[in-house]
């Protein structure tokens, strides 16, 4: 059909590219792919507000900063890079994503930190707001439609730098991306399964490539 009119610049060019890989990888039209940015655009409800104490930064131990400045030197740089970073359950490692967030932010760089479960989702989320506070924005399912526009509408403005949230947070209008974190990205959660077919770690990887942006593992 003719257009009428454009409401909006939903889609951008490095959005269309990610849209085009996923057409190409996973055998789905165009369309369907392009819908994963797009958003229902419905009246917004106050979201519960987030009602954290603040907190500082942690002394990091010698493996933790190394980690942190390996990560930082390539964001200055620009470049894309993979990273796996390893450590069993409590050695630290949401400690070296908030660190490497926080340096983000301070830039005005923006960051998606994907967790595998939407039941983790709020403990996440609780532990990057009590560090950044408003530049904070969650994604994820069990959302209204109301407040996930809400937050699309925080991180499309650019007031909130960071996104926390499962695999659909992946496809938020994320400012100056300059980092993806998936964090235990074996997790078999990370596999979308209905259509559009897609591997969020293998969208992920093409998204830092095209943004010049760092992915951990």
Known sequence: KSIISVTGDVINQNDFKVAEFIASKYYCNLGAALNLFCIDKVKCQKSKEFNFERTVDFAANDEQKFAIDRF??????????????????????TEVYLQTVKYLAEQGKGAIVLVPEISLTPQTVKRFVERLGDKVAVI??????????????????GESLVVVGARSALFTPVHNLSAIILDEEHDPSYKSGQTPLYHAREVAEEMCRIHNAILIL
């Open 72 to 93: 930082i030197k390539w964001i200055d740089e620009e470049k894309f890079r993979e990273f796996l970073l390893y450590g069993v359950t409590g050695s630290g490692k």
């Open 140 to 157: 994820h399912s069990r959302l209204t439609k109301g407040q996930k526009y809400e937050q699309w509408l925080k991180i499309k403005s």
